[in-house]
């Protein structure tokens, strides 16, 4: 396993993400890394606080499409995450915040979507009150992409983490 | 600038923020990517809806959403503000820190004119209706200055001074 990590972290490409004598490699796909981040984020929050009540005079069914950017907001980072892992896989392999933050995307997006199909999916009246387990699951969709946030940031400190 | 900086420094504000408490950074670097995913995603919304996307919900209703994007400035303008005063050295002779600080006053002048200027023109607007020009003017320019924001926030640690970041 340590092998196969650095193997990957010390070849060509890993050392030019890293160290790569360029803003363009490891500070701009961090960038977009972050950049992602708010996308998926952001519309996860406007369609999670939607479910919760905040701009009820907005059709459910008008919010649809903020799951494709969300969705291009993932690949962004599902990209960018591998190759920033690439670059420092022997250290982040072994960063047990890092697990904790792939446990939390897995259920945030579990749980994205099947708020997408059960709420947003169904003939529900847009104008009436949302039945509690989609309330339920929008609280824990905000809390899951918070607790990613968290632990992804968290990563940085590889002393602690 | 450096007698500010090293003024700051010492005052016991700093010291407490800084010393004592070495989960308070970690715990405001959290929240401060909370709130730019706030920010970005809420004001990118917005913005993408100025541009002319997303025809089918009127521009004063995709406006319902946002306050969170004000919260999540509030977090960020707290928890950056807490940065600054804990480690004053680290940003004030970073280039990075003031493209920065010159891209949030932007966005703030920016939405502010729409607050001042176009709002009133907002709520009247036809569902229907298509938006004058200065809509997506508004929009592109706030679109612009977040992601500065954001990208030069990121170039902080690249572009830090010789033994800027020493302090944390």
Known sequence: MQEFLESIQYSAFGLWVAGGDTIFAYPTILALHTVGLGIVVGMSAILDCRVLGMGRSVPLVDLQG??????????????????????????????????????????????????????????????????????FLAVASLVFWMGAIVAGRLMAYTQTF | MAAFVTWLRETAVSEAFRVPQPWLWPTFESLHFLGLALVLGVAGFFDARLLGFMKGIPIRKAAEFLPLAKVGLAINLTTGLYFYIASPFQYSFNIAWWYKVSAIVL??????????????????????????????????????????????????????????????
């Open chain 1, 66 to 135: 903020l799951f494709r950017i969300m969705w291009w907001g993932f690949a962004l980072n599902a990209v960018t995450g591998l190759v920033l892992f690439i670059a420092a896989a022997a250290d982040k392999a072994y960063q047990k915040i890092f697990y904790v933050k792939l446990a939390f995307i897995f259920l945030a997006l579990l749980t994205s979507s099947r708020i997408r199909r059960t709420v947003f999916g169904t003939a529900l009246d847009p104008n009436g009150p949302m039945p509690q387990n989609a309330k």
């Open chain 2, 107 to 168: 966005a703030a002048a920016n939405a502010g004119f729409f607050e001042l200027m176009l709002k009133t023109k907002m709520v009247t607007l036809r569902d229907d209706e298509e938006p004058p020009i200065s809509f997506r003017i508004v929009g592109t320019l706030s679109l612009l200055a977040w992601l500065n924001v954001l990208y030069w926030g990121r170039m902080l640690p690249f572009w830090s001074p010789p033994g800027g970041g020493a302090d944390l």
